[in-house]
């Protein structure tokens, strides 16, 4: 069998921590080369993974490598550019999360799948979790009714990515909502089979890590200056849907939570549930009972499945998971609750894709 030549494109953490590192497990990939604007980072990477070629600039190494396949690893506001013109120099892409910085971004990048007849796949690893499978499974065969409520959480005391990659918006887009609310919108809507939202009202905040003494206390990368945090720390969300369902959406990295909590709770007619631990509430003989699973779930390596699966898809020419229109939809929904937090008002979701 050919083998299906891949490149990277930003040669940085996620490149180095779990695109490249899987791709190197696959018989049939040639892991051809990799780009970063910063040339000591593709470099690197080119030596540690013995990968033969590396480039300053992505656009030649689009032209000279022909390759199948692409990863984008840049940050969200630079998926755009190194996603449109892979596809056009005819490549599948992988993107990473968010789909991109802003919604306009992620339509361009929608069109251009369409335009050139090329898969692109937003790389949301937590669509291999067992669990938000057994979920989704669950609200498909009826066990919860019609479901009214969701409750969205991705919660950190204290866990800021501290590097401009995420806390400067001219490079991220945005802070922990398209950080980490993108896992949570995506996981309620795929649990959900993507309902069709209708309005969206938000606040965001960026008291804690606008606190010189908080910033002095660091993230993740260190401390940083309040004047280079450009970002919200805190956002909150209320999405309503045609259906009449409901979506309470709350996602942070710095809070005095009583605990990080990721979760996903859904209340419907026949049934209540919720991801973490999963967990079925039900009414069985006219008593509450709670349904858990008895063993635990063996849960494969969801990066290494992403990359298997996006090869996969390379492979049979279809897009196996997250396809770009959720990618798309989900950014939908970010992006109202930040024009709605912007505005002080209640907002239309953007839906006719
Ligand atoms: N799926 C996950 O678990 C996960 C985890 C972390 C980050 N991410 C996502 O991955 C992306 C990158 O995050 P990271 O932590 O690897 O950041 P990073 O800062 O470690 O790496 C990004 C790299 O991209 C390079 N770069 C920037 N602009 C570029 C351009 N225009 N062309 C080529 N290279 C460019 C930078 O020089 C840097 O080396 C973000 O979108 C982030 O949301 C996903």
């Given at each position: 069998m050919k083998k299906i030549r891949v490149g990277i494109i930003g040669s940085g953490g996620i490149a180095c921590a779990t695109h490249i590192p899987n791709y190197k497990k696959i018989e049939d990939v040639e892991l051809a080369a990799c780009a970063d604007v910063d040339i000591s980072a593709a470099k690197r990477a080119s030596k540690e993974f013995k990968i033969p070629h590396f480039y300053r600039e992505y656009e030649e190494m689009l032209e000279k490598e022909s390759l199948d396949a692409v990863s984008v690893c840049t940050p969200n506001i630079f998926h755009k550019g190194p996603a449109i013109a892979a596809m056009k120099a005819g490549a599948h892409v992988l993107t990473e999360k968010p789909m991109a910085g802003k919604l306009s971004d992620a339509k361009k990048m929608y069109e251009a799948s369409k335009k050139y007849g090329k898969i692109l796949i937003v790389?949301?690893?937590?669509?291999?979790?067992i669990d938000l499978n057994a979920l989704r499974q669950l609200v498909q065969a009826g066990e919860?009714?019609?479901?009214y409520y969701a409750r969205a959480l991705s919660l950190r005391r204290w866990g800021v990515p501290a590097r401009p990659t995420f806390i400067d918006k001219r490079v991220s887009g945005g802070g922990p909502l398209l950080d980490i609310g993108c896992y949570s919108v995506d996981m309620a809507m795929y649990a959900l089979g993507f309902p069709a939202p209708k309005k969206a009202y938000a606040v965001t905040y960026n008291r804690i890590c606008k606190d010189p003494s908080m910033a002095k206390k660091g993230g993740w990368g260190g401390p940083w200056r309040v004047e280079d945090?450009?970002?919200?720390d805190n956002a909150f969300g209320f999405v309503k849907f045609r259906n009449g369902m409901t979506m309470l959406l709350e996602t942070n990295w710095a809070s005095f939570s009583p605990s990080d909590a990721f979760n996903l709770v859904l209340l419907g007619t026949k049934g209540g549930a919720q991801l973490e631990p999963l967990e079925l509430y039900k009414d069985v003989l006219g008593k509450r009972v709670v349904v858990k699973p008895h063993d635990e779930f063996h849960q494969p390596d969801i990066y290494e499945q992403r990359i298997s699966k996006f090869v996969e898809s390379v492979r049979t020419g279809k897009?196996?998971?997250?396809p770009a229109i959720e990618g798309l939809k989900v950014q939908a929904i970010l992006d109202a609750t930040y024009r709605s937090a912007a505005q002080k008002k209640e907002v239309d979701v953007e839906w006719d894709f």
């Open positions: 790389g949301f690893q937590t669509r291999f979790r919860l009714g019609d479901v945090f450009t970002v919200e897009p196996l998971f997250s």
